[in-house]
């Protein structure tokens, strides 16, 4: 499968836990997408990446919340000192820069905060 | 500013018959708009997308319609499947720079079949 992946797919976590979730995004895609949804809405952006460089940080990227993508390849999304508020399906999507728009969106990680 | 909505929640239709999903948007200034599949435990799909110099664009089964005189999105499924049961939602892209974008989801349509 060449698919966005990530991991893990779920994550349960005592309030006040960190929490780090991964992205794999497609093979020689050079951007790549972080959102996050909660139940019953559309997805929201959160953050963007282009190669290595982190180009975009949507209000709703609080300062407990770190992305990384250190070789321009696959991505961390960090969250320190967990709140409820912060259960969510936490998904990635990349693209490749050169053919337009259409993002491919990866499982998601399903984030429950206890 | 960044909304775009959908007229319905829920929709139920009959298995082998035509499904229309509504979409409402409020930036009279968005030029590019897509149609997302999500079915459960998954991420969105996409499905079709529009650019504002068009009123249609047909996939397979699927087509999509923009009226953009009262900024309303629809999706047309042509005789809908089991395998279509699924949370659809419209968006709209805002440029982020460099030619990329970041998508504006609405809030979504769930589309069940009865047999």
């Known amino acids: 499968d060449t698919g966005v992946s990530q991991n893990p797919r779920h994550k349960i976590t005592k309030r006040g836990q960190n929490v780090t979730f991964r992205c794999d995004p497609i093979?020689?895609?050079?951007?790549l997408y972080w959102y996050r949804q909660t139940l019953g809405q559309g997805p929201e952006f959160l953050t963007y990446f282009q190669n290595e460089a982190q180009l975009e940080k949507s209000r709703l990227l609080s300062d407990r919340f770190s992305a990384e993508r250190p070789k321009g390849s696959f991505s961390t999304l960090e969250i320190q000192r967990t709140e409820q508020g912060d259960s969510a399906m936490y998904l990635c999507a990349s693209s490749l820069g050169i053919s337009g728009n259409e993002q491919y969106f990866g499982p998601g990680t399903r984030l429950t905060v206890t | 500013g960044e909304s775009v909505g959908l007229h319905l929640p829920t929709l139920s239709v009959q298995e082998g018959d035509n499904s229309i999903i509504n979409c409402a948007y409020s930036n009279s200034a968005s030029d590019y708009f897509i149609w997302y599949k999500q079915e459960s435990g998954k991420g969105p799909q996409f499905i079709i997308d529009i650019r504002s110099n068009m009123d249609k664009r047909q996939g397979q089964r699927v087509t999509v319609l923009l009226n953009k005189t009262v900024k309303h999105l629809s999706l047309q499924i042509a005789a809908t499947q089991p395998g279509d049961s699924a949370v659809y939602f419209c968006a709209e892209t805002l440029p982020l720079g460099s030619s990329a974008s970041k998508i504006i989801f609405g809030s979504g349509t769930r589309l069940s079949i009865r047999p």
């Open positions: 093979s020689e895609h050079n951007r």
